[in-house]
Each structure stands twice: as C-alpha cells, then as structure tokens.
C-alpha cells in the first residue's frame, strides 16, 4: 500500500448504529486530519492529530469520536448520527503540523445516514 | 474572518482553449497557498505549493501564480483528462496545520 488509505470506501448505516472509519498513511508524516466534504460545500476541518495527540476540534458534535493509536492509523468512530452527516469523509497526513506542510488526501468514504 | 473564494464555479471549456483559475483571499497572515485536483468519488490531490507573491510553479499544461491577495491556475491548451474540480486552499500563521479551503471551480474540457 502506499500513501493514504481508507476503508470503507462506503458505508450506509441507520440513524441508532455504530461504525467506524480507518485511515492509514504510508507516508511516515506526524499529522493526521479528518476532514468533511459535502456537495457545494468547501472541505470542512474537523479533527487534527500531531504525534498520536488530539491538536485541534472544530465544534464537532460528540456523535463524531476520533481515535489515534500512532502516528500511521486515525479512525472516526460513529454513533447515532444525522442524516445530514451523509457526506464524503476525507482522511489526511502532513509531514508535520506546522510549516506549511502540503497535506495528502485519502480516497475517502461515502457515508450514507438513513 | 479568514476567507477563501474560487471563481469561476463551473468552466467549461473545448480542448485547446486556455483559460484561468482564480483564488482570491483575505486572511491574517498567508504562509502557503496549495491547488488540488479532484476527480469524482476521489480525495484531493495535490499539485502545488505557493508561499510568496510573484512565485510561479508549473506542472506539464497547468502553470500557478501568486499575489498578494490572489492566485491564478492557467491551464494551456487543456485536454479532456484535465477535466476535475480544482481546489485551493490557504495555510495560515500561528493556525498550525489547519488548511482553509475554497469551494472550487469545476472543469469541464469538451473534445
């Protein structure tokens, strides 16, 4: 594998389940990010992570729980969510977190909240 | 506040014909500019990185600039292939890693 992998690439899941997104960087960068994107919409910031550590929530709702073991995996743990959370989630990495780093974007997953 | 605008949202243009990109912003403190490319169902790739008025980076037909309050991505002599959304997005100081993006401008180039 090589850069920035995620799974699922979709995901249909009802208002009342659990779920989770994996992302996995390749890259040996120390920051991580998650990112929303909906149509129309410009990509939206919700979680960064640099060295495994939580830097930055953006007013994310708390149905939204990241998690990073190390500095290759992040995952986006998912419970009862809303059907306007269905939207396209993009994982990143950076090299770090200052600097500016370009960031490097993963295929993403199509959530679909029913 | 911190903003980021792309126009035109949506081109289209016939293969050949060259045309711009525009990103114009108004931030605090500008300490990069980054374009993306992004086909359909897929995340944002990245093609360049800007960090001062009057830098040019080019990349086979597509060729970025910056100024102070805007960036142009020239695309000559398009081919269809160069058909995505065109994403660009600012870094700003003491906002660590945290990228501001604009909506994009859709590309559409005809045979």
């Known amino acids: 594998e090589t850069g920035v992998t995620q799974t699922p690439r979709h995901l249909v899941m009802g208002m009342t389940n659990k779920k989770s997104l994996k992302c996995e960087q390749h890259?040996?960068?120390?920051?991580m990010y998650w990112y929303k994107q909906s149509a129309k919409k410009p990509l939206e910031l919700m979680f960064v992570y640099s060295l495994e550590e939580r830097v930055e929530n953006n007013s994310v709702p708390s149905r939204f729980s990241p998690e990073c073991p190390n500095s290759s995996h992040l995952f986006l743990h998912l419970h009862t969510l809303q059907p306007e959370d269905s939207a396209l989630y993009l994982c990143?990495?950076?090299?770090?977190?200052?600097?500016?780093?370009?960031?490097?974007f993963g295929p993403g997953t199509r959530l679909t909240v029913t | 506040e911190d903003q980021v605008t792309q126009s035109p949202e949506a081109l289209r243009l016939q293969e050949g014909e060259s045309s711009s990109l525009n990103c114009s912003y108004t931030?605090?403190?500008?300490?990069?500019l980054f374009w993306y490319r992004q086909d359909p169902g897929k995340g944002p790739e990245f093609l360049f990185t800007?960090?001062?008025a009057g830098e040019e980076k080019e990349k086979e037909r597509l060729k970025a600039t910056l100024t102070k309050k805007e960036s142009f991505l020239h695309i000559t002599a398009p081919k269809p292939e160069d058909s995505a959304t065109y994403l660009c997005a600012v870094a700003l100081y003491n906002q660590g890693g945290k990228l501001i993006f604009g909506q994009g401008t859709e590309l559409s180039v005809k045979p």
């Open positions: 931030v605090s403190g500008l300490r990069g």
């Open positions: 800007l960090y001062s």
């Open positions: 990143a990495s950076s090299l770090g977190r200052t600097g500016p780093y370009e960031q490097y």
């Open positions: 890259l040996g960068h120390n920051a």
